[in-house]
């Protein structure tokens, strides 16, 4: 016996459902930056078919990685409602520190290392309680970090890099940044070291209580609070972790590059800034995604080995930034809007 065709109801039913997955998937906040990063990948592709080889895309996701540890933490920072300029300034300092005490015999690379985070976290407590204690806003707060980083690094240094060294066959070096080839493709342990961090702070951000906590004190602090939620507790924490964050990225970067600079990570705050908001995460805090960070920072990371493969000057990369970060976020802006009205 044939089984029955569905009734006109239920055609209906499941025509309403799919209509309704398709504006809920349009609406959601990656969206946007999952269909940027497929055109910017088909537009590069078209000019220059070396844009994919194995070896681009093998020192994209170098760079990338390294930059994108700070942008995961950063984007549980502004879902809370704050951000931090002083990254940039502990990617460079972190590395000096490090390396200074071992070089100068002072103590094992492995203990110089651990000693880099704790006093990145020393400065991102520092960071966090003058903005929740004294109410400074992290603008001003972080600003002043990150000229008095930089400059203990410029001093500690003489304002030049460290002298190079070799790290070959020490364990910590192979950890954070031991290589081995998949085919012809090179792998870099750092890439998974990014992998453990977007998937455990994306699980916190949307599966955990305290991930409900940080979008609380983002989005309504006050009702936050009434709600039992410890706010300035979450963002001291938040300040915490990016600023080690922030220093573990650029240890990785030194070790690969054998060399700690004082300068290094200049200018990476409002490039990080700019990942995690293309990436869909409100400037204003109350909402944040770790995927569409991960989007954005391979947005921005492939547009900047993009343009110089197809012949634009390097130079016009802050143009395209620019461009992105504004239709970006007029995007986001119109998808909510259509998604608030129902349409």
């Given amino acids: 016996m044939a089984d029955a065709a569905p009734s006109p109801n239920e055609l209906d039913q499941a025509r309403a459902q799919k209509g309704s997955f398709l504006r809920n998937a349009i609406a959601a906040p990656e969206f946007g930056p999952f269909v940027l990063f497929v055109l910017e990948l088909a537009v590069f592709y078209a000019i220059n078919p070396a844009f994919l080889s194995v070896l681009n895309i093998s020192n994209t996701l170098t760079f990338t990685v390294e930059l994108g540890l700070i942008a995961l933490a950063m984007t549980l920072l502004m879902t809370a409602g704050e951000f931090d300029l002083s990254v940039g300034s502990l990617f460079g300092f972190a590395p000096v520190l490090m390396w200074t005490l071992y070089n100068g015999g002072i103590m094992s690379l492995s203990v110089a290392f651990v000693v880099s985070l704790v006093v990145a976290a020393l400065i991102g407590l520092v960071n966090g309680l003058f903005v929740t204690r004294l109410k400074i806003p992290s603008f001003l707060v972080t600003l002043g970090m990150l000229l008095v980083v930089r400059g203990t690094a410029l ?27 998949v085919g012809p493709f090179r792998v870099y342990a750092s890439i998974f070291w990014f992998a453990a961090a977007a998937i455990l702070l994306g699980y916190v951000l949307t599966q955990s209580k305290y991930g409900n906590w940080i979008q609380a004190t983002g989005g309504n602090p006050v009702a936050a609070r009434a709600r039992g939620v410890d706010v300035n ?111």
């Fill in 155 to 181: 001093f500690v240094t003489d304002g030049f890099p460290q002298r190079t060294w070799s790290a070959g066959g020490q364990w910590l070096a192979n950890i954070l940044v031991g290589d081995f080839y």
């Fill in 233 to 343: 507790r979450v963002k001291v924490i938040l300040f915490v972790l990016t600023a080690v964050m922030s220093a573990f990225a650029g240890v990785i970067s030194s070790i690969r590059t054998s060399a700690a600079n004082p300068n290094s990570g200049s200018g990476y705050e409002l490039e990080v800034i700019a990942m995690v908001v293309i990436g869909g995460t409100a400037l204003t805090g109350g909402r944040g995604t770790i995927l569409g960070t991960v989007l954005g920072i391979f947005i921005l990371r492939v547009m900047r080995n993009g343009i110089v493969l197809i012949g634009v000057p390097g130079l016009a990369y802050n143009i395209f930034i620019g461009a992105i970060i504004l239709g970006m976020m007029a995007l986001h802006s119109w998808l909510e809007r259509r998604h608030q009205a129902g349409t």
